[in-house]
């Protein structure tokens, strides 16, 4: 099924492509939570950096690599797609693939990736199916809403490495991947009951704010996770993971309590620092500059070592 609107401005109102992996706990860019909190309305910080810039700016010429590699012919078509069982799974595809030729039925989509040279080691060989779980997630999902029996994925790493995998439609695979995605849906967000928490920062966002008059009473269990985590705290080779496990454990049960104690003694505290102000020194230079050019000192920087260069009449900063 297809519709044409503007997907971006309803993903609360869908599962995409770029969710599933996240709400299975695979993604690295996104929990399960930060999924269950757009798509209730809660507030969520939008992710916008430079790899997701770049990402999205970089679409087309990767693609271009890919129909100049293979011969074959692209179409961008930016329909939303939408399960014909479940009015809530969507899909929006980067291209289709016309392997016989655009007057002839997709027979394969496409899908542009960019990617850290570091990451390689998470990437099998090209032409293989093995990329990462997520990812395979993804494609495994635009599979089976669009009904299409292949996926190409173009990756690039860095500028220099230019790849090509292929994921053929997995049955099995894609009806775990909706099933999954139809208990998130009615189990977390039909219910607006979040899911479990995985990690520190999902505490954050969950419990931001805090009930200064509420103390949590430990229990033999929240006990044990603390002496745990003191124990991994003063180890030199302490396993950061586990560490970060304990953490959310903890958090998880205090909630928005601020205090966590046992027997009127205070064993832990999750509260916000007092707040810390600054300046605005060009706001107010340009709104009061008598006080601004009254009360400005010049700031001691330390000494720089130049040589010149008195044949060419250049200076290097050591």
């Given amino acids: 099924m297809l519709i044409n609107h503007d997907f971006t401005q309803d993903r609360s109102k869908y599962i ?91 027979t394969q989509i496409l899908e542009c990736k960019t990617a850290s040279p570091f990451s390689r080691a998470q990437w099998g060989e090209p032409g293989s199916d093995q990329i990462p779980l997520h990812y395979l997630t993804q494609v495994t999902w635009y599979l089976a809403l669009t009904g299409i029996e292949r996926a190409d994925i173009a990756a690039l790493f860095g500028n220099t490495d230019f790849r090509i995998y292929s994921i053929t439609r997995d049955r099995e695979l894609e009806n775990l991947v909706l099933e999954k995605a139809s208990h998130f849906w009615s189990e977390y967000v039909l219910k607006d009951v979040p899911p479990p ?72 505290t999750w509260k916000a620092p007092k707040p810390s102000f600054r300046l605005d020194t060009k706001r107010l230079e340009a709104e009061e500059r008598a006080i601004y050019e009254k009360y400005k000192v010049a700031s001691q920087t330390s000494r720089r070592f130049v040589l010149k260069d008195t044949s060419q009449a250049r200076t290097a900063t050591l």
């Fill in 16 to 106: 995409g492509g770029s969710d599933i992996g996240a709400l299975l706990g695979l993604s690295p860019f996104k929990s399960p939570l930060a999924v269950w909190m757009e798509k209730t309305g809660k507030e969520v910080k939008a992710v916008d950096n430079l790899p997701v810039r770049f990402g999205s700016f970089v679409e087309e010429f990767v693609a271009n690599e890919y129909a100049k590699a293979t011969g074959f012919a692209l179409r961008h078509d930016e329909s939303t797609y939408i399960h014909p069982d479940h009015s809530y799974m969507s899909a929006h595809i980067d291209r289709f693939v016309h392997t016989d030729g655009l007057d002839q039925a997709a």
């Fill in 197 to 268: 928490v995985q990690s520190p920062e999902d505490c954050q966002m969950l419990f931001e704010r805090s009930d200064p008059s509420k103390t949590l009473e430990a229990n033999a269990e929240t006990l044990a996770l603390l002496e745990r985590l003191q124990t991994l705290h003063y180890q030199g080779n302490a396993c950061e993971e586990e560490i970060a496990a304990l953490k959310t454990q903890i958090m998880a049960q205090m909630q928005d309590a601020e205090v966590l104690a046992h027997q009127g003694q205070v064993l832990a």
